[in-house]
DNA sequence: GAATCTTACGCAAACGTTTGCGTGTGGAAA
DNA sequence: TTTCCACACGCAAACGTTTGCGTAAGATTC
């Protein structure tokens, strides 16, 4: 196998000197025409491409933009992806996918290689253990070596830094409002523990949209899953038996899951039980009945989190103390599952 | 904010050798223990972290692999990335992943930026359109380059280089002969345009067991979808009034879709018409009723590819001419659509 | 023919590491 | 007092770039 070819291969086989090749290759007027083209033919012969971790140790950048997700097989935040991939791609930027699987552990170690030397900032999503421990040195520590970083979805409040979410709340609240305005008034959600950020405040827009019909709080109509594997199961036994028109679920399988324990208990949706979900998804798009969700525009949070990112690694440091939450509004998709 | 600590301000913090730092970090004993202990306190303090991109430009090396797939949004493919994470966070390598969105110019400007110092090797199924358009001169410079590729899924035959694929037209007989040891007779296929060579191999594998059969090839049971955006109303013209008892559909998307379709056009699944799709996905597992399907196992395959690519990175050269082709077992997952 | 100006190129430093080898200091042995 | 040996450390080169500045050779001017 042939080794890359560098500016000092080239220098030698030309026979004149390493700034004279690189000087040529970039058209500077200092070089012959003469040499110049030599050069650039003997380059393109030799398919010479020019060492990038050399360029990033000399101008002390990479241009290169690491996004580190809880899962990378979810599709949310791999549209999400393609939103940063789109607006990085523009700007001149490399983007480096990392996945902590939800582990702390890995998102540490992923976190850390990426910023001793791979990555120039960061957009994140922080990992189920990571909320847990609310352990966040590692993100401190990386904003403190001064390289931004947008966190966004999973946010941590006890973080300064640019955010982009969804108003969780708001979402569910407007999801749990369209189940009142179609009628109705006994409706339970799905929910996860509460030491996920989103899960606790998709909880608080559902109790806010029962406040404002003044139809009280039961706790019977909550469920709150911790072990999303055994879901069916658990999901299974809260519907049993329970008398409801409506479920409103923080995410799409806990609606799949509930529409079709539904229908093994002998209801059927929409008819008997509306469903919304939240996240669009493919899942929700497909499913028969196709489900009415509130859809987080995850391509969008990733244009403007990466749009955040490279503001703050473009400006000159300066202003840059000035930290923006961006708030990506939801929309109601609606589908048949709540059509009555 | 802060700069980043290297050896060189630890260094003259300590009024010692750069050297003398790097040497006593790495606790050699040519340094005396008195020194060490300081540097390492020191080094801690000011959370040093040995910069990346400067050991990769000195070892030559970047252990990390890059990673390049048609569409991150794709569950497959993600569950693939999976795989080759796992092997490579053990073996101490990095993974890198970058979108061709099916594009053959961002395959190619992928490839050359990866190439281009930040990979070692590459692990690649290739774009949609670089299988039309037959050019596949990147690859080709990348491995003259001395990068070792590893291609998978969607392969290229022309190109010799280790290899993981299924083994498509066996997975797609099993898939048809399923249907006939069921009872079907008359099975429609709906596959992709034959420049896609999994398609293509499907289709051949679904021919092999009517044949087998003796069960005549028509050309009416065959439906290549081009344009994917728009399957649902090609499936549902190719469905109408057809008299068939199966479909087997090699994606999940098409398989969920004629579901769809066929229950709109009054027929059942899987009493009037089983149905089998290929890929294993969150979408054959939640439908209703849930897909039977073959399961191409994509973790095993970035496993294999990712063992492939470190072997070949870290065997020095040698015998490095001996290329590898790896067949990952379909296996058939039984559901719900093929229950007579 | 001398002075000056161009032209065309090379030198060297810098980015942050690692590491083989050279060297100054001190103490111990003779 | 001299000689020798550890010990503890520094020097410098190398990885592949970029770029400001210095400088030779040739061309131009008077």
Do not use: W
């Not at 971790?53 to 791999?78: D, M, Q, W, Y």
């Not at 939103?83 to 552990?105: L, P, Q, W």
């Not at 969780?168 to 799905?190: E, F, P, W, Y």
């Not at 706790?219 to 409801?244: H, M, Q, T, Y």
């Amino acid at each position: 196998m042939k080794q890359k070819v560098t500016l000092k291969q080239i220098a030698k086989e030309l026979d004149v000197s390493i700034s004279t090749v690189s000087k040529a290759l970039k058209d500077s007027t200092e070089i012959s025409l003469d040499t110049r083209q030599k050069v650039k033919a003997f380059a393109k012969l030799y398919n010479y491409k020019p060492n990038n971790i050399a360029l990033s140790l000399k101008n002390r950048k990479t241009k290169t933009i690491g996004v580190i997700i809880p899962e990378i097989v979810h599709h949310f935040f791999t549209t999400v992806i393609g939103g940063v991939e789109k607006v990085a791609n523009e700007k001149g930027y490399n983007v480096i996918i990392c996945s902590s699987n939800n582990s702390f552990d890995k998102e540490v170690i992923n976190m850390e290689m990426l910023a001793s030397g791979s990555a120039d900032g960061f957009i994140l999503s922080v990992a189920k253990e990571t909320q847990l421990k609310k352990d966040y040195h590692h993100i401190q520590e990386t904003m403190s070596q001064g390289m931004p970083v947008v966190l966004f979805d999973r946010i941590i409040d006890e973080i300064v830094c640019d955010k982009v979410i969804i108003d969780d709340a708001k979402g569910a609240q407007m999801a749990t409002n369209h189940l009142l305005s179609i009628g109705c008034r006994n409706i339970v959600i799905i929910t996860t523990v509460d030491y996920i950020s989103v899960g606790k405040l998709r909880t608080n827009g559902y109790l806010r949209a029962l406040r404002a019909y003044d139809i009280p709080e039961r706790e019977e109509f909550i469920l709150k899953i911790e072990d999303v594997g055994n879901c069916e199961a658990e999901i299974s036994e809260f519907l049993l038996n329970k008398d409801i028109d409506a479920v409103f679920a923080v995410n799409e399988l806990f609606a799949v899951t509930a529409t079709k324990v539904l229908s093994e208990q002998g209801k059927t949706v929409p008819n008997d039980v509306a469903i919304i979900g939240f996240t669009d998804g493919i899942l929700s798009k497909h499913f028969i009945p196709s489900l009415t969700t509130i859809s987080q525009h995850g391509e969008d949070m990733g244009i403007r989190a990466a749009k955040l990112l490279i503001d703050k690694l473009e400006c000159d440091d300066a202003g840059a103390e000035e930290y923006r939450t961006v708030i990506i509004d939801t929309s109601l998709v609606e589908r048949k599952s709540t059509k009555k």
